[in-house]
């Protein structure tokens, strides 16, 4: 076996200790392969919960309507009775009452269902709302990311610091985002 020559084994310990520089920088990439990670799960998670509150929004309102119409054809049918001429005048006051009675909590009932749907319709504009910050900072730490990497292929930690300024920008926007109430 051969020895190394002294030229061989100073560019050995010099590849060594630029392996040695780079080490905080591929931490550094690490921990933003992770955020960038989380921040996606983050992300649809929150527009999963939006789409989920939109349909239930949408089913109330849905209830809503048909609640609406049957109210209207109910008190399109007591208007009737009461222009008609009836044979049996008791159970014609006797069926106008109790579509008196199920007009008056029918309007309850549509506004019920109308506070129900518009909670769920600002629950919808919230996470879409703090969907958005998630793609955003998803997005920023991406950039961090691959600037960051940069750093390896030119040697230059200038690009190392850039990649910190768009990781914390990310953080920032994710801070927001759960911020948002």
Do not use: C
Not at 133 to 143: M, T, V
């Amino acid at each position: 076996m051969e020895g190394y020559e002294p030229d061989e084994l100073k560019e050995h310990a010099e590849k060594g200790s630029e392996n040695q520089a780079m080490r905080p920088v591929a931490f550094t990439m690490s921990v933003l392969a992770v955020l960038v990670a989380v921040t996606t799960v983050l992300g649809h998670r929150t527009h999963t919960e939006a789409i989920l509150n939109q349909s239930k929004a949408s089913d109330i309102w849905n209830e809503y309507q048909a609640r609406h119409i049957r109210a209207h054809d109910t008190e399109l049918a007591s208007s009737l009775l009461s222009a008609l001429t009836v044979g049996d005048k008791a159970a014609a006051a006797k069926s106008q009452q109790k579509w008196s009675d199920s007009l008056a909590k029918s309007a309850q009932d549509l506004k019920d269902a109308q506070e129900q749907a518009r909670a769920f319709d600002e629950k919808v504009d919230l996470a879409e709302h703090r969907a958005n910050y998630y793609d955003f900072a998803e997005a920023l730490f991406e950039i961090g990311l691959v600037i960051t990497s940069v750093t390896l292929l030119t040697q230059s930690r200038i690009y190392w610091y850039f990649g910190f300024v768009f990781a914390a920008a990310g953080i920032v926007s994710i801070s927001l985002a759960l911020l948002l109430k």
